[in-house]
């Protein structure tokens, strides 16, 4: 089997790209960017070019199985402050991809939505899939739009997609630290120092994922042709203030802590029921939050 993962140098790509080849699937990764630390991994084929354009993306389609779409051209404070950049890079972007495979005849895509912003506000203490989507940003309005034209695809040319709404990830190679995830920028924020930043009174409530276990759920949704929604987190809510005293245990210092106004985009409480995804691919998390925490900062002051 071929997978094609659009966006396979960033974050989760770089982690799904070695899952896919110790499972003996064989990756080819579409990135307009290098990896992170200029490591390309051996038995992996890499073009450099944008997912939106049409010839790069023909030739990046030859003999696919099925593609992995990780690509994002935003974070959530970016499409906030640039909302046009967001549809246009994002939206028309996939649906350009999506037109090139109905070209090509490749049939099977796995998407990354984003279970932390598409449900937007709620008093839901789990969300599942069928929960209201009212997001409140431009990000999670992005997401959701991509998926609905997933669905027209799938209706009009037969694309069947597997859209996995994800909670928050963390771990080794976090890109946008300072802007994305909190665990990573509170990390960095120790080693450079500094006071952490928390918007709001730090009540908020997300669902956190180890990277490993999320490379693992991706690399299942592509290996199993089962397309529907589902989302993939850890079931498990956690306040901030709870994660800085996680933090604080696993780096041994207290940090100072500086409280902003809150943000408009972001939502108060997100924890996803997983049930449905687990179930469907016999899945579940692995690492504990406060295991994957001592992992992730074990690699952040490791050599390199
Ligand atoms: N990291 C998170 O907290 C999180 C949470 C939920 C969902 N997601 C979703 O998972 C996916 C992967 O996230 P990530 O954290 O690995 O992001 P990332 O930014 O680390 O990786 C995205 C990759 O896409 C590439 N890219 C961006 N625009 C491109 C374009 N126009 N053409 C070709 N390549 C392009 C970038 O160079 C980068 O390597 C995204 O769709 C993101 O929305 C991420």
């Known amino acids: 089997m071929r997978c094609l993962v659009l966006g396979g140098n960033g974050f989760i790509g770089t982690h799904l790209v070695r899952a896919l080849k110790l499972a003996g699937v064989r990756p080819r990764v579409l990135d307009r960017a290098g990896s992170l630390r200029g490591e390309e991994q051996s038995g992996v084929e890499y073009l450099f070019g944008d997912f939106s354009d049409p010839s790069i993306v023909a030739e990046a389609l030859i003999d696919v199985d099925v593609v992995a779409h990780l690509v994002s051209t935003t974070v959530p404070g970016s499409a906030s402050a640039d909302p046009i950049s967001d549809i246009s ?11 090139q495979m109905r070209l090509s005849g490749v049939r099977r ?38 998926e609905k034209y997933l669905g027209v695809y799938g209706s009009q040319y037969g694309v069947r997609a597997t859209i996995l709404r994800v909670s928050n990830p963390y771990g080794p190679n976090s890109r946008h630290i300072g802007l994305q995830g909190v665990i990573p920028t509170f990390f960095s924020r120790l080693i450079e120092k500094q ?16 990277i490993s276990d999320l490379s693992n759920a991706i690399l299942k949704a592509i290996e199993q042709d089962k397309p529907g929604v589902y989302n993939v987190g850890s079931g498990i809510g956690i306040s901030i203030k709870e994660i800085i ?10 940090p100072e802590i500086e409280f902003l106004p809150d943000r408009p985009f972001d939502v108060k409480r997100v924890v996803l029921d997983v049930s449905k995804f687990s179930k469907t691919f016999d899945w579940a998390p692995t690492v504990e939050l406060h295991e994957g925490c001592r992992m992730y900062w074990h690699w952040l002051n490791g050599p390199g």
Request: no cysteine; net charge negative.
């Open 89 to 99: 890079g994002n939206l028309i972007g996939s649906v350009k991809f999506l037109e």
């Open 109 to 146: 895509i796995v998407y990354l939505s984003s279970g932390g912003t598409v449900y937007g506000n709620t008093e839901e203490e789990s969300l599942h899939e069928e929960s209201a989507t009212n997001p409140i940003s431009s990000y999670g309005t992005v997401k959701l739009a991509v």
């Open 195 to 210: 006071p952490i930043r928390i918007w709001g009174t730090g009540e908020n409530i997300r669902d956190y994922i180890y």
């Open 245 to 254: 005293d996680i933090v604080s245990e696993v780096s041994s210092i207290r």
